[in-house]
């Protein structure tokens, strides 16, 4: 059983750099979310996907931050010229949506960034 | 904002005894859903409840709702050192929303 699978698993980036996160979902799902945890809390909702039209952004997501998923496959995360402020884990999970039912997410193990 | 809030915090806990933790939440719901998370790792899935049950069981984990007061539990009973990890309770929101809201989760010790 293939699971979400994320990459890289860590990244150090230096303040006023680009970063990119990849995420696999599980290939027969067709909602795809991203989340960022930082230490202690919960995670928080950033966006999320349903096939390839990203249907939902959170208000957390800046203009720096951008997030795509041509061909309702493997999902990208960009943020641009990072910030100390976005060190935190990224988390990815995908599941099989229909309607407005949320099914349980399938999560990958995560991104943590460091920005120094 | 989150719409879950776990109580307590952090709960530390001999081998053997259960363990209690608890969710509120704001709005009305879909379902509720209760997530582990050991450190340094994505959330697993535990269990999910549906807003018109009441009490749901798997294996050694036992979660009731109450709609009337917005809030949730989850009982490990008989708990071992593999349960060490953190407890998240989700929400979704009954008009249509398409994502699930994380408490800030319960922090779960087992002591041996």
């Known amino acids: 059983d293939t699971g979400v699978s994320q990459n890289p698993r860590h990244k150090i980036t230096k303040r006023g750099q680009n970063v990119t996160f990849r995420c696999d979902p599980i290939?027969?799902?067709?909602?795809l979310y991203w989340y960022r945890q930082t230490l202690g809390q919960g995670p928080e909702f950033l966006t999320y996907?349903?096939?390839?039209?990203?249907?939902?952004k959170s208000r957390l997501l800046s203009d720096r931050f951008s997030a795509e998923r041509p061909k309702g496959s493997f999902s990208t995360l960009e943020i641009q010229r990072t910030e100390q402020g976005d060190s935190a884990m990224y988390l990815c999970?995908?599941?099989?949506?229909?309607?407005?039912?949320?099914?349980?997410?399938?999560f990958g193990n995560g991104t943590r960034l460091t920005v120094t | 904002s989150q719409q879950g809030e776990e109580d307590p915090q952090a709960l530390s806990i001999q081998e053997g005894e259960n363990a209690t933790m608890n969710c509120s939440y704001k709005?009305?719901?879909?379902?509720l859903q209760w997530y582990r998370q050991n450190s340094g790792r994505g959330l697993v899935h535990l269990i999910l409840?549906?807003?018109?049950?009441r009490e749901k069981h798997s294996g050694r984990l036992r979660v009731t709702l109450d709609t009337s007061k917005k809030s949730s539990s989850l009982l490990i009973t008989a708990s071992q050192a593999a349960d060490t990890a953190s407890y998240f309770c989700?929400?979704?929101?009954?008009?249509?929303?398409?994502?699930?809201?994380f408490g800030q989760g319960t922090r779960l010790t087992i002591n041996p």
């Open positions: 409840i549906r807003s018109n049950e």
């Open positions: 709005t009305s719901i879909n379902n």
């Open positions: 989700a929400t979704d929101a009954a008009q249509g929303a398409q994502k699930l809201v």
């Open positions: 290939s027969e799902h067709n909602r």
């Open positions: 999970a995908s599941t099989l949506g229909q309607g407005s039912y949320n099914s349980p997410l399938h």
């Open positions: 996907f349903q096939n390839e039209a990203q249907l939902e």
